[in-house]
């Protein structure tokens, strides 16, 4: 997973097409803003959404984690997705 801010989100070597689907279905509806444009190539898929959802604030943020640093940055989606430990 790489994210390319500020509204690139990019995933590589997925196991199952089926991934892509239940992703679009859970980040899809959290950007209100939309997608300029989405690629899936094999086992890959790339997205780029309308706007900075990488640099927003408040609830128009997605969560995501760094694999390549220890950096964990929480989003907050409770009033749209729920809570989740």
Request: hydrophobic share 30%.
């Amino acid at each position: 997973m790489s994210i390319n801010p500020p509204n690139g989100l990019e995933l590589t070597n997925l196991a199952r097409k089926a991934t892509v689907d239940e992703l679009r279905k859970q980040m899809f509806p959290v950007w209100p803003s939309g997608v300029t444009h989405q690629h899936c190539s094999g086992h890959d898929w790339h997205v780029r959404f309308t706007g900075r959802p990488w640099d927003s604030k408040g609830h128009s943020l997605i969560l995501f984690v760094s694999s390549n640093t220890s950096m964990c940055n929480y989003i907050d989606l409770t009033s749209r997705i729920g809570h989740r430990e």
